[in-house]
C-alpha cells in the first residue's frame, strides 16, 4: 500500500519534523453511486481521517482544525447531496490553495446505465430522484433523468478534478486506484497509462486515446491466446512486428511535444488510455513499454483495466 507523508504547515496544515511537501488534503466528489464510499474507506484503510457529506462551508474550518495534529490526514466526500453549497466549493478551494493548502481533487463517474443498474440492484434511491416505482425504489425513467441533472449540477466539479471511471471498475481495482493516485499526489504531473478493450468502451478518465487495433493481433496465434501483453511470447511476438515500434515511436513523440504543455496547463494528471480488442495483448504491451520510456522522465503509473478486473474476479 503506498501513503504519502505527513502533513507540513503551509497555511491551515501543520508541518512534519521531516520538512517533506505538505499532505494534501483529499476531496472525493463524483456521481451518486460511482464508488464515493468505497474510495472513502480506501483512504480511511491508508490513515486518513475522513468526513462523508460535509458541507462546503465548514471544510475550512475542519482543515485548520485537523491541521493541528501533524499526523492527520484528511479526506472529505462532498456530492449532490449538499446541493445548494456546492457552487461555494470551488472559490473556497481556490483560496484555500492561495493559502498554501494543497488540495487533491479526485472525481468518480460511471456510465449512465452502470448506474441505473447498480441503484436498482440496491435498490438505493438517487438524493435527486422523488418519484417512486411503487416497490420502494424509483423507475428508471425518473433515475435517469436525476442523473444527467447531477452530472449537470457537478460538472464544473468534475472539470476541475482528476477524473476516474468506475463503470467497469471492481471495488479492489478501486481502492487500489484511488492509493496510487493519493501516493503521487506531490508530483507536479503524473502520466498515467491505461490499458483497456474497445469492446467494453472508452475509458471516461481518459485525456488521451490511442487506439492500436489497426496492430497485428496475438490472439489469432493459438500459442499466444491466452497470454497477455506481459508474458515473454506475447511480447516477442509483437517486438517482431515493425508497425508496433513505428506505433509506439510516434505516441512517444507526441507525448514527449506535448507534456510540457500540459504541464504548464498545471494538470496533476494526464491519463493516456491504449486500447486494443481485448485489452489483453497489444494494449497492454505497449502501455508497459511507453511506461518505462517515460519513468525516468516524469511520475508514471500503470493500470490494466481488463486484466485487472478479471484478476479481482478470480480472487473472489
Known sequence: MTTATDPAPTGALAAPPTGSPPQPVVLISGISGSGKSVAINALEDAGYFCVDNLPPELLPELIRLEGRDPRRRLAIAADVRTAASLPKLLPMIDTLRREGTPVLMIFLDSRTETLVRRFSETRRRHPLSSEDDGQGGQSRSALGEAIEREREMLSPLRETSTVIDTSDLRPTQLRSWIRQLVGAAHSSLTLVFESFAFKHGVP????????????PNPHYVRELRALN?????????????????????????????????????????????????????????????????????????????????REAAAQH
Open 204 to 215: 471516461r478518465d481518459a485525456d488521451l486515446v490511442f487506439d492500436l487495433r489497426v496492430l
Open 229 to 309: 501483453g506481459r508474458d515473454a511470447g506475447v511480447i516477442e511476438f509483437l517486438q517482431g512486428q515493425p508497425e508496433v515500434a513505428e506505433m509506439l515511436a510516434q505516441i512517444e513523440g507526441f507525448l514527449a511535444r506535448w507534456l510540457p504543455a500540459y504541464e504548464q496547463d498545471q494538470r496533476s494528471y494526464l491519463t493516456v488510455a491504449i486500447g486494443c480488442t481485448g485489452g489483453q495483448h497489444r494494449s497492454v504491451y505497449s502501455v508497459e513499454q511507453l511506461a518505462a520510456r517515460f519513468r525516468d522522465r516524469i511520475p508514471t503509473l500503470v493500470r490494466h483495466r481488463e486484466i485487472e478486473a
